[in-house]
């Protein structure tokens, strides 16, 4: 019997490139605000919003959609990069 995931992509937030994770990467999120550290406020949908410090991961599921968020602690033990196909 075969294993099989779910593909999933991941980018690191890293401060300068919230405007091409947030208008390129990624389809519907909306940027509410950024505090002065850097943390990206953004909303997900019309009632659930994230809060994405510089440093952690975005996870994307189907190539667009928000799928998840983890530190780079959480990354580090929850997932494994494989190479591109």
């Known amino acids: 019997?075969?294993?099989i995931v779910s593909k999933k992509e991941s980018i690191q937030y890293d401060g300068?490139?919230?405007?091409f994770i947030l208008?390129?990467?990624l389809t519907g999120v909306t940027l509410e605000s950024t505090t002065p550290d850097g943390t990206l406020k953004v909303w997900l949908n019309e009632s659930d919003f994230e809060f994405v410090p510089v440093g952690y991961y975005i996870i994307r599921t189907n190539g667009v959609h928000w799928s998840g968020l983890a530190s780079?602690?959480?990354?580090?033990?929850?997932?494994?990069?494989?190479?591109?196909?």
Not at 16 to 19: E, K, Q
């Open 23 to 25: 208008n390129t990467w």
């Open 72 to 85: 780079p602690d959480q990354y580090a033990a929850g997932y494994v990069e494989l190479p591109q196909a």
């Open 1 to 3: 019997m075969p294993y």
């Open 16 to 19: 300068t490139n919230a405007d």
